[in-house]
């Protein structure tokens, strides 16, 4: 890479959003979003705790993702799989991520204070701990088997922080939503992680990485990622018991999403990763934004029959 190629401000924001893998942010968004749609409907829709919302959920994981890619460059290096990434390939510089990262970082915190004129104090109160956690992830791998589901508390803090920022002091007494939400994506997200590691089962295995595939072999790994997928379910059918709007509509998509986490599983064999992108990627977009929308849908239903 030629000096001052950083420098390029299109070229540097294209490899920045690529280094992140933007298009990722809707495996959390759509839960946050859902989240704040229970929330919206109970005390009213506020077009800045949305905003509020997407400026913060986008700045933190940037953040996050960009630290993992900071933090995991020498692996990647070494490993075949990722040697092609931006940074070990020497398609961004060490100083250009960092920056990115501290800009990210502030962004998120101060993305915290459009809540302030809404007298909201909590998401600038939490902000600083569930940053550290994000961060944190990045180092996970390298002393427990449980960094899946860290990274799974890490995505979790979506459908929370965006209850906490619509509903401010009224939460302590509404847990129920946000926890069910925050769970389920815990174990869904830990779940299609653990299915993305099997890919890297003998590289960790070799550089003495704590990843599941790495210490019980890809088979046992993916039946694990299979039961949190089924706990996952099983929350969410906890959520009328939170949420009692919700009735036939997200029923059906529950069992719409149950079905495609069973397909997600049935592309997968631990002799047999290729298809593991697609697991990763086009089915988890689809259980998000679909639980997101039966939701939308639910919430509609309710309110055009009870108005």
Not at 36 to 59: H, K, N, Y
Not at 156 to 179: F, K, T, Y
Not at 210 to 238: D, Q
Not at 272 to 289: D, G, T, Y
Request: charged fraction near 15%; proline fraction near 5%.
């Amino acid at each position: 890479m030629e000096k001052g190629q950083d420098l390029n401000m299109p070229s540097l924001t294209t490899k920045l959003l690529g280094l992140i893998r933007f298009s990722h942010t809707l495996f959390a968004l759509p839960f946050a979003l859902a989240s704040a749609m229970i929330a919206w409907d109970r005390q009213g829709f506020e077009p800045l705790t949305l905003l509020g919302i997407v400026v913060c959920l986008g700045c933190a994981r940037s953040a996050a993702m960009a630290f993992n890619r900071l933090v995991d460059r020498h692996l990647d290096a070494k490993n075949p799989r990722t040697a092609s990434r931006h940074l070990p390939s020497g398609q961004l510089s060490v100083g250009a991520v960092s920056c990115f990262v501290i800009l990210t970082s502030l962004g998120f915190v101060l993305g915290t204070l459009i809540f302030l004129p809404l007298g909201n104090w909590y998401p600038l109160y939490f902000c600083c701990p569930v940053l550290l956690w994000l961060l944190g992830y990045s180092y996970a791998k390298r002393f427990t088997s449980l960094a899946h589901y860290w990274l799974g508390l890490a995505l979790a803090c979506a459908p929370s922080g965006a209850w906490v920022a619509i509903r401010g002091d009224q939460i302590w007494g509404e847990l129920a939503v946000p926890s069910v939400l925050s769970f389920a994506v815990l174990f869904w997200v830990a779940g299609f992680d653990i299915i993305y590691a099997c890919q890297d089962e003998a590289f960790d295995r070799t550089t003495g990485l704590f990843s599941l595939p790495s210490r019980v072999g890809a088979r046992n790994a993916l039946r694990l990622a299979g039961l949190s997928h089924g706990i996952m379910v099983g929350l969410l059918a906890l959520l009328p018991w939170a949420e009692p709007k919700m009735g036939g509509i997200f029923w059906a998509g529950l069992a719409m999403v149950a079905l495609i986490l069973c397909y997600e599983h049935s592309l997968v064999r631990p002799r047999e990763l290729k298809r593991v992108e697609m697991a990763f990627f086009w089915m988890n977009i689809a259980v998000s934004l679909g639980l997101w929308l039966v939701i939308c849908f639910q919430l509609a239903w309710v309110r055009v029959h009870d108005g």
